[in-house]
């Protein structure tokens, strides 16, 4: 597996990562596994976030609210 090689790194293998990354929907992950300094995994995650999702909004508000003590 030449072409996966950690120590030369192939076109082939840049090309393989390049698409993971274009695979990745908004939120994810590109996993890369090397054994014997040969690339022999890629795995993508995406992530659907919920409607729940931590707000950066709705934590300033809550932020915002809190008194200091007098």
């Known amino acids: 597996m030449k072409d996966y090689s950690t120590k030369q790194i192939s076109k082939r293998l840049v090309e393989e990562v390049i698409k ?38 709705s934590h300033k508000k809550s932020v915002g609210t809190a008194k200091m003590g007098s």
């Open 20 to 57: 993971a990354l274009q695979n990745i929907r908004g939120w994810g992950s590109v996993e890369i596994f090397v054994q014997d300094s040969e690339v022999v995994q890629i795995i993508e995650r995406n992530i659907k976030k919920t409607t729940n999702s931590f707000n950066g909004a």
